[in-house]
């Protein structure tokens, strides 16, 4: 796939994703609007059933003093008798005695008249003292037998100085929240657009890893072509000197010539297995034979394989081997085919006479392996 039309897949691919993130943005603006109108009308509703529920409260404590009052045959004047402390919590200014059985049946009896549905806390505060003289915890669910006596009813708490309250717990907060409710609005369509996101930054990586993979094979498959192009000129050359009938009177050129053709063949059969395991890349299980290698070995067998081709141009080669420590773990074969090349190149690209300098030296505990050649280098944008 070329470079124009992976960009083209690319820029493609990032307009639709930009379109589907458009999308959402405008869905998204039209549902916070129609969720705001919502809410708003959610919290009109809440704020009046609040005060429904309040002005309730207020008039069943108001009907609660009335009656506490007329028991005792008090002509006080209850305005702004009952006052709301809190959303949850009313206290009821009454200068009367109070009797708190008394107290707990009048507020029981009002607020199920009010249809007033909640568990509630009451207490009596006495402001000389600044104390609670009486409390008491009343659940609506529990009833009341009307022939037992609590022990409220020898308690008597005589006239001045005292205040009830009302105190509802299970309206604490008000049981609305409002963010709570538009949460799932944006939750959902956040996901979905990540997901996508996700997709596309994965798709975007596969299509560039197929890219590189693709020229890995196509840098493989030159390289490949370039190496098995030179053991057949050198067993070609060879097999031309062994055709001539004069090399049966040199037995050490022939026996020579023979070793070349032998090593070539034998390099050609590893070109071959090298090119079975092109298959792998895509499988990334490359596998490396790795061993002890004698790297000087290694540069002397390669040197006795170029010898011919070197004396065709009437080149020469110089093995400046000073390494004292030769042998790495490696891959031979692959080893053997940088070195190859190196020299391969050296040659090929020279416009004169070869002259070549292949020197071995450690530097910092590491081997090196330079050659040096009179060939026409390497373009610096090439690097």
């Given at each position: 796939?070329?470079?124009?039309?992976?960009?083209?897949?690319?820029?493609?691919?990032?307009?639709?994703?930009?379109?589907?993130?458009?999308?959402?943005?405008?869905?998204?603006?039209?549902?916070?609007?129609?969720?705001?109108?919502?809410?708003?009308?959610?919290?009109?509703?809440?704020?009046?059933?609040?005060?429904?529920?309040?002005?309730?409260?207020?008039?069943?404590?108001?009907?609660?003093?009335?009656?506490?009052?007329?028991?005792?045959?008090?002509?006080?004047?209850?305005?702004?008798?009952?006052?709301?402390?809190?959303?949850?919590?009313?206290?009821?200014?009454?200068?009367?005695?109070?009797?708190?059985?008394?107290?707990?049946?009048?507020?029981?009896?009002?607020?199920?008249?009010?249809?007033?549905?909640?568990?509630?806390?009451?207490?009596?505060?006495?402001?000389?003292?600044?104390?609670?003289?009486?409390?008491?915890?009343?659940?609506?669910?529990?009833?009341?037998?009307?022939?037992?006596?609590?022990?409220?009813?020898?308690?008597?708490?005589?006239?001045?100085?005292?205040?009830?309250?009302?105190?509802?717990?299970r309206r604490e907060g008000g049981g609305w929240d409002p963010e709570r409710t538009s949460a799932s609005t944006w939750i959902f369509p956040a996901i979905v657009t990540s997901i996508v996101f996700l997709f596309f930054a994965?798709?975007?990586?596969?299509?560039?890893?197929?890219k590189r993979l693709s020229e890995i094979k196509n840098d493989f498959i030159g390289n490949m072509t370039h190496e098995l192009k030179t053991p057949i000129s050198t067993i070609a050359l060879s097999s031309e000197v062994l055709?001539?009938?004069?090399?049966?009177?040199?037995?050490?050129?022939?026996?020579?010539?023979?070793?070349?053709?032998?090593?070539?063949?034998?390099?050609?059969?590893?070109?071959?297995?090298?090119?079975?395991?092109?298959?792998?890349?895509?499988?990334?299980?490359?596998?490396?034979?790795?061993?002890?290698?004698?790297?000087?070995?290694?540069?002397?067998?390669?040197?006795?394989?170029?010898?011919?081709?070197?004396?065709?141009?009437?080149?020469?080669?110089?093995?400046?081997?000073?390494?004292?420590?030769?042998?790495?773990?490696?891959?031979?074969?692959?080893?053997?085919n940088v070195v190859r090349n190196l020299l391969d190149n050296a040659i090929k690209y020279c416009t004169d006479v070869p002259v070549i300098v292949v020197r071995t030296r450690e530097r910092n505990g590491s081997f090196l392996?330079?050659?040096?050649?009179?060939?026409?280098?390497?373009?610096?944008?090439?690097?």
């Open positions: 796939m070329s470079r124009r039309v992976i960009g083209t897949v690319i820029l493609l691919a990032s307009l639709s994703v930009l379109g589907v993130l458009l999308t959402q943005l405008l869905w998204l603006d039209t549902a916070f609007q129609v969720q705001r109108q919502q809410l708003e009308i959610q919290r009109r509703q809440h704020s009046q059933l609040e005060k429904q529920f309040n002005d309730r409260v207020v008039i069943a404590l108001t009907n609660v003093t009335e009656r506490i009052l007329s028991i005792n045959k008090d002509p006080s004047d209850l305005f702004d008798a009952v006052k709301q402390v809190r959303p949850n919590y009313f206290a009821v200014t009454i200068n009367d005695t109070l009797h708190p059985y008394l107290l707990e049946s009048l507020l029981r009896r009002e607020f199920e008249r009010r249809n007033i549905n909640e568990d509630f806390e009451y207490g009596i505060y006495d402001c000389f003292t600044d104390s609670i003289v009486y409390g008491s915890y009343v659940s609506l669910t529990d009833s009341v037998d009307p022939g037992e006596v609590p022990h409220s009813e020898l308690l008597k708490l005589d006239k001045d100085g005292h205040y009830f309250g009302v105190f509802f717990p994965y798709s975007v990586w596969v299509i560039l890893r197929q055709s001539d009938p004069d090399i049966v009177q040199e037995p050490e050129r022939l026996r020579s010539y023979a070793r070349i053709i032998r090593e070539e063949n034998e390099r050609l059969r590893a070109q071959v297995e090298r090119v079975l395991q092109l298959a792998t890349l895509d499988r990334e299980n490359l596998h490396l034979k790795r061993e002890e290698v004698d790297l000087h070995t290694v540069v002397h067998e390669v040197a006795g394989a170029m010898k011919l081709t070197l004396e065709e141009r009437k080149g020469s080669l110089t093995l400046e081997l000073q390494a004292t420590r030769s042998v790495v773990r490696g891959d031979r074969m692959h080893l053997g392996l330079e050659v040096r050649d009179n060939g026409i280098g390497i373009r610096k944008e090439d690097l």
